[in-house]
């Protein structure tokens, strides 16, 4: 680390930096967002009130800035050398006492910003409070900020024991004989810990009082009415308690703030009653990685789109040459023919489908012939247990009857042998990793799909939520249960993952078999697992893909969406996530699964499904939202139908038959011009129909 910067332009100077501080958005520390806690300074001629403290997310920085924090978090305060009270030239090391910065380091400038990826940050003009919460045996140290303007901050925990910034302190405080907090706000002498380094630098840029009514609250450059202005303690308990926070709002969270301008009964109360709207309970009871991935990824991904807009959305000579071949409005990308194709069909029907084989059972037509009709069409409810294994690839398309009857008893005696493995080994069972897969999965079958009639609730089940969850009496949800158990067993590294109850109990409801529905499963998760991958890198991945396609499919709304701070697109996370299962109706979903399942167009077809969702709706949207919530209150209010459906598989194809000849029509002007590509790999893909395989690389344990 050197004084020699080459640029600040665009970057602010360091005052102080703390690593390996968290939001904690779960109970679980695989939720956990690491991140930097810092003081900035602009400029040179910044004033003090406009010094920004921020929390950065180490995931949205880039190399050279995290290498610079971490130098700062232990050398930039107390320099290099280190310090021993006894050492001639102890002086010559700037101490604690000074708390200034011993060299000037930049990073790139901070956002203010808290609408993504809980990346926020305030000036401390703006910073009304600080609630202080120090260490103790039962809980990492935090401090939550209050701004001026109303926003409350997301908590943020000092992990010390992972600092070695914070360890470098304590060991130079120790050979003080100075062990103990410089900030003690209750009386009684308190280990330092973490957060009072950050308390005494922000001493020197602002008049730091505790308030007289509660000393765990610092009032920031106070006037005489704010300190005399009682807190309740509730609020504060509140405020730090993270279930309550993060649990019942979940990542809906960001987009309904609480409003504590005043710490006042009443504005407690105001939190309280948003928590209690019914599209805030309605998100709570989503996917625990939905508040992960948005606070993990979804800045970076409109950090992306950004990058990638100016090359998506066409400019004049694209659109100029689009016109030429393909006709204004690009009307010839889609003819007449196309469009009647596209028109839905009646079901595939039994006697239909027996006349698709020969008395041997082996197919009289292609296999793309049949998958036309099913894509066109879906499939009877009477035929679809016969069905769903060949689209999924349990059963291949070329075996004969007799064939595929020796294939059901291997795949029977596999089953077993799975099955066997833990169901007979007591030391597995015993282990922990056992048994805290196992919960996860009663857990969440004991909830799974319960309006639906085989899996209802029986008579002498309860709705009690202190209930053993591993006392199953439905006997459809007990098979779940065993098919994920044994699931395991086969994919040890994937482990259990919320969400894939979800894929697997529409496969039960409809093959009932238990030895061909666990190998439809693991077929069926096979093209799923990346949505499940622990690093989320799957789920991003088609999220960045389906923001690029929006960005060159529907430039105009993709530039509202942009307007409105929604162009994250991460309101599609739970649709993407167990494909769109909690936006339609059962029956439809059985239907929308199957079409996919084809690969007739793509493998990745459900993301022009995606696609086809937003431009339905982009005029309404268009024409009456213009904010964040109200996007994201649009898309999750939404209540689709069979006809929805049809509408939008309609939708989703001429889509895709546009986005390939435009496709088709750059990369001829490219290969011409030897020009750069402008359509990215990963939207080319969108036109393969081989299935996109992600496999969890590293081993499940214990959280």
């Known amino acids: 680390m050197t004084d020699h910067v080459t640029s600040t332009a665009g970057k602010s100077q360091l005052l102080y930096a703390k690593s390996k501080v968290f939001l904690h ?15 900035t300074k602009r400029t040179a001629s910044t004033s003090n009130k406009d010094l920004a403290i921020n929390f950065i997310p180490k995931s ?34 700037k101490q604690s006492s000074s708390n200034e910065p011993v060299k000037k380091a930049y990073i790139t400038r901070p956002s203010n910003s808290s609408s993504t990826a809980y990346a926020f940050g305030v000036t401390i003009g703006s910073l009304y409070s600080i609630a202080v919460r120090p260490p103790s045996i039962h809980w990492k140290g935090s401090i939550i900020l209050h701004s001026t303007l109303g926003e409350r901050l997301p908590p943020i925990f000092f992990h010390d024991d992972e600092s070695p910034g914070f360890k470098r302190e304590l060991s130079r405080k120790r050979k003080q004989f100075q062990p103990f907090s410089e900030n003690n706000l209750k009386g009684g002498e308190i280990p330092y810990w973490g957060g009072d380094r950050f308390i005494t630098v922000l001493r020197k840029y602002a008049a730091v009082e505790a308030n007289p009514a509660e000393k765990t609250i610092l009032m920031i450059n106070p006037t005489p009415s704010d300190l005399s202005t009682f807190i309740p303690q509730e609020a504060i308990e509140r405020s730090n308690d993270k279930t309550s926070l993060f649990g019942q709002g979940k990542w809906k969270l960001l987009t309904t703030m609480a409003k504590l301008t005043n710490f006042t009964k009443n504005k407690v109360n105001e939190v309280a009653q948003n928590f209690e709207q019914p599209e805030v309970k309605a998100i709570s009871e989503d996917f625990e990685s939905a508040r992960v991935y948005l606070a993990k990824w979804a800045l970076s991904i409109e ?19 689009l016109i030429e071949k393909l006709g204004k409005d690009f009307s010839s990308l889609v003819t007449p023919q196309d469009i009647n194709n596209a028109s839905r069909k009646d079901p595939l029907k039994k006697a239909e489908w027996d006349s698709y084989f020969d008395t041997n059972g ?9 998958k036309d ?3 066109h069409g879906g499939v009877d409810p009477e035929i679809r247990p016969q069905v769903w294994p060949y689209l999924l690839q349990v059963y291949p398309w070329d075996v004969s009857t007799q064939e595929k009857h020796s294939l059901e008893i291997t795949l029977q005696e596999q089953y077993l042998d799975l099955k066997t493995c833990w169901q007979t080994d007591i030391n597995k069972r015993e282990t922990d990793l056992f048994k805290d897969q196992k919960f996860r999965i009663e857990k969440d079958i004991n909830r799974t799909d319960r309006d639906i009639s085989i899996f209802k609730r029986l008579p002498e089940e309860t709705t009690d939520d202190n209930e053993d969850v591993s006392v199953i009496k439905n006997p459809n949800l007990n098979t779940l249960r065993t098919i994920l158990i044994t699931y395991n067993e086969l994919n040890a590294n994937l482990g259990y993952v919320q969400g894939m109850n979800d894929l697997l109990s529409p496969l039960y409801y409809v093959i009932r078999d238990e030895t061909i529905v666990f190998w439809s499963f693991v077929k069926f998760m096979d093209r799923m697992e990346r949505n499940f991958v622990r690093d989320q890198s799957g789920m991003r991945l088609q999220m960045k893909t389906l923001n690029e396609l929006t960005q060159f499919m529907l430039p105009e709304f993709y530039l509202h969406l942009e307007k409105c701070e929604s162009n994250n697109l991460f309101f599609f996370f739970r ?4 494909w769109f299962k909690r936006e339609f109706p059962y029956e439809t979903i059985l239907k929308l699964w199957e079409i996919f399942w084809t690969d007739y167009y793509s493998s990745q077809f459900h993301l022009f499904f995606a696609l086809a969702l937003l431009d339905k709706h982009s005029n309404t949207i268009i024409n009456n939202l213009s904010r964040f919530d109200e996007v994201l209150k649009y898309f999750n209010d939404l209540s689709m139908t069979e006809n929805d459906v049809d509408d939008l598989l309609m939708r989703a194809e001429l889509l895709f038959l546009k986005f390939r000849s435009m496709v088709n029509v750059i990369d001829i002007k490219e290969r011409y011009e030897g020009s750069a590509q402008l359509i990215s790999s990963d939207l080319r893909d969108l036109i393969g129909t081989e299935l996109v395989i992600q496999k969890e690389s590293e081993p499940c344990s214990v959280e």
């Not at 958005?25 to 003081?39: A, D, M, P, S, W």
Request: no cysteine.
């Open 575 to 578: 649709m993407l996530l167990v």
């Open 362 to 370: 082996l197919p009289k037509i292609t296999i793309q012939e049949i």
């Open 303 to 321: 950090e992306e789109a950004n990058r990638t807009r100016s090359k998506l959305i066409l400019n004049d000579d694209y659109k100029s040459l």
């Open 60 to 93: 949205i920085l880039n190399s050279e800035d995290v290498k610079t924090l971490e130098w700062f978090d232990l050398y930039g305060l107390d320099g290099e050398k280190e310090y021993s009270p006894y050492h001639e030239d102890a002086n010559q090391t």
């Open 25 to 39: 958005l779960t109970k679980h520390k695989t939720g956990n967002v690491e991140g930097f806690l810092t003081i």
């Open 373 to 375: 009709r099913i894509f």
